[in-house]
């Protein structure tokens, strides 16, 4: 980047009016001074090669992508990160000096940050996790709990094929379990992630009894609309740690603000406040 252009970065989706990136990296600027812009590109998928080979002609140095281009922007990348390679989706982009993009992927490190920050005591070392879910956010969690040093991972999910096509993909620390059996899975668990949708606004509940939760245990939801979901209302009464999953989206924009504007932001109540703003 020369010092005479000023950086620009967005978020690419179809659609792309519900993103809440635009306000968070908007935030950041503002709150440290930064030269620089942060906008939503709604952009078809028919379109989206041609849109990322324009963009660093325009002053753009990255951007992050959202649903439904994931999959198509690691397709297309110059290179990328191992952790999206493992992952098979793209999230953060970062344009090249000598032309095309870098691809990464923060979902799993956000993941792991939001419950650091939230559960400093929780050792994802000590005992087996159960995750629900087997979609495009469920790989992110696996990878990342794999690095984080988890013995085990129970991986349940309502289509059978889906879990056993990440056992495959993940190697053996994931143990596929029956969506049926989840309940029993979680004896002995350290660490409960919902990834399915269930439990969020407008979606049926997630029924999943916690009777058989251990004491010490770590209770997560990527669901974050409600907040408070009725599986961590649950796991907070009897007593386990609770995280819930909105910190995981804050997470995961800090490493594409850092390489694009050149400070390491800061994931606080100041930012939380801005995301939950109407
Ligand atoms: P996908 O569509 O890729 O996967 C959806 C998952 O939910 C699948 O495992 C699916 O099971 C399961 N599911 C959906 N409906 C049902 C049902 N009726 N009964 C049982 N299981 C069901 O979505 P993502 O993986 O991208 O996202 C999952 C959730 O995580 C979403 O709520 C999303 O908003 C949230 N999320 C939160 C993030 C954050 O930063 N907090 C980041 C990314 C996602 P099946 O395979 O059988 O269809």
């Given at each position: 980047?020369?010092?005479?252009r000023?950086?620009?970065?967005?978020?690419?989706?179809?659609?792309?009016?519900?993103?809440?990136?635009?306000?968070?990296?908007?935030?950041?600027?503002?709150?440290?001074?930064?030269?620089g812009?942060?906008?939503?590109?709604?952009?078809?998928?028919?379109?989206?090669?041609?849109?990322?080979?324009?963009m660093?002609?325009?002053?753009?140095?990255?951007?992050?992508?959202?649903l439904?281009?994931?999959?198509?922007?690691?397709?297309?990348?110059?290179?990328?990160?191992?952790?999206?390679?493992r992952?098979?989706?793209?999230?953060?982009l970062?344009?090249?000096?000598?032309?095309?993009?870098?691809?990464?992927?923060?979902?799993?490190?956000?993941?792991?940050?939001?419950?650091?920050?939230?559960?400093?005591?929780?050792?994802?070392?000590?005992?087996?996790?159960?995750?629900?879910?087997?979609?495009?956010?469920?790989?992110?969690?696996?990878?990342?709990?794999?690095?984080?040093?988890?013995?085990?991972?129970?991986?349940?999910?309502?289509?059978?094929?889906?879990?056993?096509?990440?056992?495959?993909?993940?190697?053996?620390?994931?143990?596929?379990?029956?969506?049926?059996?989840?309940?029993?899975?979680?004896?002995?668990?350290?660490?409960?992630?919902?990834?399915?949708?269930?439990?969020?606004?407008?979606?049926?509940a997630?029924?999943?009894?916690?009777?058989?939760?251990?004491?010490?245990?770590?209770v997560?939801?990527?669901?974050?609309?409600?907040?408070?979901?009725?599986?961590?209302?649950?796991?907070?009464?009897?007593?386990?740690?609770?995280?819930d999953?909105?910190g995981?989206?804050?997470?995961?924009?800090?490493?594409?603000?850092?390489?694009?504007?050149?400070?390491?932001p800061?994931?606080?109540?100041?930012?939380?406040?801005?995301?939950?703003?109407?």
């Amino acid at each position: 980047m020369t010092p005479s252009r000023i950086p620009l970065a967005g978020v690419i989706g179809d659609p792309i009016a519900h993103s809440r990136s635009p306000r968070l990296h908007g935030h950041w600027l503002a709150r440290y001074g930064l030269p620089g812009h942060y906008v939503p590109l709604h952009v078809a998928a028919a379109d989206l090669a041609t849109v990322l080979a324009a963009m660093p002609r325009m002053g753009f140095v990255g951007a992050n992508v959202t649903l439904p281009h994931k999959v198509a922007a690691l397709a297309l990348a110059t290179r990328a990160t191992d952790r999206a390679a493992r992952i098979g989706a793209a999230n953060t982009l970062t344009f090249l000096p000598d032309g095309g993009f870098e691809a990464d992927n923060t979902d799993g490190e956000g993941f792991l940050r939001n419950l650091r920050q939230g559960a400093p005591g929780w050792n994802p070392a000590a005992g087996p996790a159960l995750v629900l879910g087997a979609g495009g956010a469920a790989r992110a969690v696996l990878a990342a709990l794999i690095d984080a040093g988890a013995p085990e991972i129970r991986l349940a999910n309502r289509t059978a094929a889906g879990a056993a096509d990440l056992a495959a993909a993940f190697g053996p620390a994931i143990r596929p379990c029956a969506w049926e059996d989840r309940a029993a899975a979680l004896a002995g668990a350290a660490t409960l992630v919902n990834a399915t949708a269930l439990g969020m606004a407008g979606k049926p509940a997630l029924e999943m009894p916690l009777d058989a939760l251990a004491p010490g245990a770590l209770v997560t939801d990527l669901v974050y609309t409600p907040l408070e979901t009725p599986l961590l209302a649950e796991a907070r009464a009897r007593g386990a740690a609770v995280v819930d999953g909105l910190g995981m989206l804050l997470h995961q924009a800090a490493p594409g603000f850092e390489r694009w504007f050149g400070r390491a932001p800061e994931v606080d109540e100041a930012l939380r406040r801005v995301a939950l703003a109407p």
